[in-house]
């Protein structure tokens, strides 16, 4: 029985170590909220996946992003989104990047914010 009670505690302990570090950066007035974690770092072009759950924490969306820092803009490298039961309704992975100029106070201006300026 301690054996058991031994591997179970290392595999919970295993899983939870490595578990994602979400930073949280806004929520919507509908309490839908988004967070973001660094991929690749980078000063000029960081990469970052970039999260949007509702407010009962259901992933809805997790997309890359790529943002360049020094123009302003950013360009998505995936977008997988899903149904309220965790099933992918869409994948979209893109090749090349078709980019997009950041407007103030959207949710890539938090993204810009959060990879791009100095803490």
Known sequence: MKYKMV???TLF??????ASQWTYLAHSPSGNKSYAMINTPSETFPV????I???????????KVVIDCKLKRYAFR????????????????YSWLHWSEIIPDSMADFEYKFSC???
Do not use: P
């Open 13 to 18: 302990f295993c899983t939870s170590s490595h």
């Open 78 to 93: 995936s977008i997988d989104r899903y149904d309220y039961n965790g099933t992918v309704i869409l994948n979209e992975h």
């Open 117 to 119: 300026e100095k803490k």
């Open 48 to 51: 970052i996946w970039f999260k």
């Open 53 to 63: 759950s509702t407010a009962k924490d259901i992933t809805q969306e997790i997309s």
């Open 7 to 9: 591997m179970i505690f």
